[in-house]
């Protein structure tokens, strides 16, 4: 009896003792103003890798596998987290109204960029990957990273982000032989 006694509280205990989440979140990063011109852009979709778009962060391990860590958790959906940090990290970088960011009303004139990110990712090396299509160009962008550590990864794949949204905002900029 007295042993079925401790097991219920012990059971009890560990039941009110959850295990707390951190969460993370991406961050901006400013960016340098182009002069671009034209109809305004707004992104229409973004896909993710299989098994990445999640509330959990994940990390590539070796032999293609993912570690999920389920009590590091982004603050969104991790699509929305890089619909939302891409569009302002455009915003940013594009002239007054030239950004049309998500939920804001479409003008009839619009160009509609769809992004596919094959990779968005950290692991098993100490750095981001970022692999991503858009319009008819490929990026490939690695960010060093201090370690593995959720932190790090989350400020590596801003890092990213931003870096891909200077990439757009340069293939949207006419080339200097067209002038």
């Given at each position: 009896?007295?042993k079925?006694?401790?097991?219920?509280?012990?059971?009890?205990?560990?039941?009110?003792?959850?295990?707390?989440?951190t969460?993370?979140?991406?961050?901006r990063?400013?960016?340098?103003?182009?002069?671009?011109r034209?109809?305004?852009?707004?992104?229409?979709?973004?896909?993710?890798?299989?098994?990445?778009?999640?509330?959990e962060?994940?990390?590539?391990?070796?032999?293609?596998?993912?570690?999920?860590?389920?009590?590091?958790?982004?603050?969104?959906?991790?699509?929305?987290?890089?619909?939302?940090?891409l569009?302002?990290?455009?915003?940013?970088?594009?002239p007054?109204?030239?950004m049309?960011l998500?939920?804001?009303?479409?003008?009839?004139?619009?160009?509609?960029?769809?992004v596919?990110?094959?990779?968005?990712?950290?692991?098993?090396?100490?750095?981001?990957?970022?692999?991503?299509?858009?319009?008819t160009?490929?990026?490939?962008?690695?960010?060093?990273?201090?370690?593995?550590?959720?932190?790090?990864?989350?400020s590596?794949?801003?890092?990213?982000?931003?870096?891909?949204?200077?990439?757009?905002?340069?293939?949207?900029?006419?080339?200097?032989?067209?002038?």
């Amino acid at each position: 009896m007295r042993k079925l006694i401790v097991l219920l509280l012990l059971t009890g205990c560990s039941f009110f003792s959850k295990t707390k989440s951190t969460i993370y979140s991406l961050d901006r990063v400013p960016g340098t103003v182009v002069n671009v011109r034209g109809t305004p852009i707004a992104i229409n979709s973004i896909e993710l890798p299989p098994g990445f778009d999640r509330k959990e962060l994940v990390v590539r391990k070796a032999n293609n596998q993912l570690d999920v860590r389920g009590t590091q958790q982004w603050s969104a959906t991790f699509s929305d987290l890089v619909l939302h940090t891409l569009a302002f990290d455009l915003a940013d970088r594009l002239p007054q109204g030239m950004m049309v960011l998500p939920g804001e009303t479409k003008p009839a004139a619009l160009r509609a960029i769809d992004v596919v990110l094959e990779e968005i990712a950290a692991g098993p090396d100490a750095k981001v990957v970022l692999d991503a299509r858009w319009l008819t160009h490929h990026e490939h962008i690695e960010v060093p990273i201090a370690s593995l550590d959720s932190a790090n990864v989350a400020s590596g794949i801003s890092q990213a982000i931003a870096t891909f949204a200077d990439r757009i905002v340069a293939g949207l900029s006419p080339s200097p032989q067209n002038h």
